[in-house]
């Protein structure tokens, strides 16, 4: 049984930095794309950062780009996103996503919006204040 688990949200000041973390279980493809969306109240939910296994090539938005790093640990099977210089509007529900498809799609841009993943985890709420 998949099950993807985040932690690390809370409430900080604008500057602050935050570090989700995402637990991965029962996900083993060795291929595969990990993501990172988020989503505000009334708004769609909207992809922040994704990564490729094997190879480890990222993808950000451009809204966060320069600011959140996306990593991983194969070992541990956890996914990072690490937030630094936080924003009031980077608050939201922020929710770790997996799928699994080849290199070439990746290439051609698939992995970056929500309907690309099959599997979600909770969600963890981080609220930015100014």
């Known amino acids: 049984q998949v099950q993807l688990v985040e932690s690390g949200g809370g409430s900080v000041q604008a500057g602050g930095s935050l570090r989700l973390s ?6 083993t493809y060795s291929s595969r ?3 990172w ?6 708004k769609e939910r909207e992809g922040v950062a994704a990564i490729y296994t094997p190879g480890g ?3 950000y938005a451009d809204s966060v780009k320069g600011r959140f790093t ?3 640990d194969n070992a541990k099977n956890t996914v990072y996103l690490q937030m630094n210089s936080l924003k009031p509007e980077d608050t939201a529900m ?3 996503a997996a799928s699994s498809f080849s290199r ?3 290439d051609n841009g698939m992995g970056r919006g929500p309907t690309d993943y099959g599997y979600w985890g909770q969600g963890t709420q981080v609220t930015v204040s100014s």
């Open 22 to 27: 995402c637990a991965v279980y029962g996900y």
């Open 33 to 35: 794309c990990m993501g």
């Open 37 to 42: 969306f988020r989503q505000a109240p009334g």
């Open 57 to 59: 090539s990222t993808y």
């Open 70 to 72: 996306i990593s991983q």
């Open 94 to 96: 922020y929710y770790c």
């Open 104 to 106: 070439a799609m990746w």
